[in-house]
């Protein structure tokens, strides 16, 4: 008898976005957990001559505005975290906006871009396939499924960080029992052996965070996002 809304990270984009939404996204929502992220990564065709990121860069720099990277859409999370390590890395590089992650992957193995910025689950397979090279993930620490992947963050970039997520909301003001309710059954279902492995397995990172934690962390990614949509002058057309 209740609604709740699983949605990804575009939950802390769209309202820098999108214009005359009939509701605030910041007060509309009771956040209960950040329940899985999926770590972004930055992958090379196999042809392209970087075989680390720091060689990526000089390459980028070599020849600006002409190296093509793939995401998975305008204005989604690999898009931002693209906009995001050009301007850590300063380097100018050509966005190709894909209808979906597993679209950029497939055109990466084709030889058709020079990289992807997009999920591991995304791109995992065609590397997994001998088609493509990762060269870093955004993620804070090394993924267990792709230890020999380091971070971008341990790459030259402290303190970088760029994922997708999903987590589930509630409507504003739902009663507190229900939001712990939900929080503890989807606790317990992350727990479960069997589904931590899978999703490690497929290259995602369970979490489960308490409604407090999600808060925070829905809350800062908003300011964050809307400061990055700014300066880099992302449109959702």
């Not at 990804?8 to 996204?25: T, W």
């Not at 065709?45 to 070599?62: G, H, I, Q, S, Y």
Request: aromatic residues 8%; hydrophobic residues 45%.
């Amino acid at each position: 008898g209740h609604s709740f809304l699983w949605d990804a990270s575009s939950h802390i984009v769209n309202p820098s976005l999108l214009r005359g939404l009939p509701f605030d996204y910041a007060t509309a929502f009771a956040p209960i957990s950040l329940v899985v992220t999926f770590p972004s990564a930055v992958a090379v065709k196999n042809d392209f001559r970087a075989r680390t990121l720091a060689e990526f860069v000089a390459a980028a720099k070599a020849r600006p505005g002409t190296i093509t990277v793939g995401t998975q859409g305008n204005a989604t999370a690999g898009h931002l975290g693209l906009a995001a390590f050009q301007r850590a890395a300063g380097i100018d590089v050509v966005h190709v906006p894909y209808r979906g992650g597993s679209a950029a992957a497939q055109d990466l193995a084709a030889g058709s871009i020079d990289a992807v910025f997009t999920t591991l689950v995304s791109a995992g397979p065609v590397v997994d396939g001998g088609r493509a090279r990762f060269l870093a993930v955004g993620t804070t620490s090394r993924v267990e499924s792709r230890p020999d992947v380091p971070t971008i963050a341990e790459s030259g970039y402290p303190g970088f960080e760029s994922n997708e997520w999903a987590g589930l909301f509630g409507p504003a003001n739902t009663p507190r029992p229900v939001v712990d309710a939900m929080y503890g059954a989807l606790s317990d279902a992350i727990a479960d052996p069997a589904l931590r492995a899978r999703l490690v397995q497929i290259g995602c990172v369970p979490v489960a965070s308490r409604p407090e934690e999600f808060a925070r962390f829905v809350r800062e990614g908003r300011d964050q996002m809307a400061a990055l949509v700014r300066e880099a002058n992302i449109r959702a057309e």
